[in-house]
């Protein structure tokens, strides 16, 4: 049986793991606290925390989440990032920073929708676009059709319509 206050971080981590929409694991071990603080400051503007999880703890709290892809990134010192909005924004901010910084934070994967994501995985996924651009693109690509066939047909009205006025043209020359 866990103490209380082991009991009250396993809720706080199913709540956490029940609202999230990607969860990435790392090891921190040989971070600081300030590496720690930079990386959270730099990933707070996605809508991302990032925690330090014991283990069984976790797995505790991902079990009671109904989350059983974490329990593979679980093991060894886990800091976890955890977003709760758009994905694509938190592992980009994610992954640029560990980029500029040169922090060394191996990262063992992520859980995207109940699917574990390799780290190679995580950073394709930092590089597509956002949601808002795909939103377009997909529109875009949906328009399309209608605006060739609106094109087509006002060609061809507006090709009678020039034959027409050469045809006006002509007869009033003559």
């Given at each position: 049986?866990?103490?209380?206050?082991?009991?009250?971080?396993?809720?706080?981590?199913?709540?956490?793991?029940?609202?999230?929409?990607?969860?990435?694991?790392?090891?921190?071990?040989?971070?600081?606290?300030?590496d720690l603080m930079?990386?959270?400051?730099?990933?707070?503007?996605?809508?991302?925390?990032?925690?330090?999880?014991?283990?069984?703890?976790?797995?505790?709290?991902?079990?009671?989440?109904?989350?059983?892809?974490?329990?593979?990134?679980?093991?060894?010192?886990?800091?976890?990032?955890?977003?709760?909005?758009?994905?694509?924004?938190?592992?980009?901010?994610?992954?640029?920073?560990?980029?500029?910084?040169?922090?060394?934070?191996?990262?063992?994967?992520?859980?995207?929708?109940?699917?574990?994501?390799?780290?190679?995985?995580?950073?394709?996924?930092?590089?597509?676009?956002?949601?808002?651009?795909?939103?377009?693109?997909?529109?875009?690509?949906?328009?399309?059709?209608?605006?060739?066939?609106?094109?087509?047909?006002?060609?061809?009205?507006?090709?009678?319509?020039?034959?027409?006025?050469?045809?006006?043209?002509?007869?009033?020359?003559?």
């Amino acid at each position: 049986m866990p103490t209380p206050k082991k009991a009250t971080t396993i809720d706080e981590l199913t709540e956490l793991f029940a609202r999230s929409t990607l969860s990435v694991a790392g090891d921190y071990r040989g971070l600081k606290v300030s590496d720690l603080m930079a990386l959270r400051r730099a990933v707070r503007s996605s809508n991302t925390e990032v925690h330090v999880v014991k283990n069984t703890l976790g797995r505790l709290a991902a079990n009671a989440a109904n989350r059983p892809a974490m329990l593979e990134l679980l093991g060894g010192p886990t800091a976890l990032v955890v977003s709760f909005g758009d994905q694509v924004a938190a592992a980009k901010a994610l992954t640029e920073y560990l980029r500029t910084s040169r922090l060394a934070f191996p990262l063992r994967g992520a859980e995207m929708d109940g699917r574990v994501l390799s780290p190679e995985a995580l950073n394709s996924l930092a590089t597509l676009p956002s949601k808002e651009v795909l939103l377009a693109q997909m529109l875009g690509t949906m328009q399309s059709p209608m605006t060739g066939l609106v094109t087509v047909m006002n060609q061809v009205i507006a090709g009678f319509v020039r034959v027409l006025d050469a045809r006006a043209k002509q007869m009033a020359s003559a």
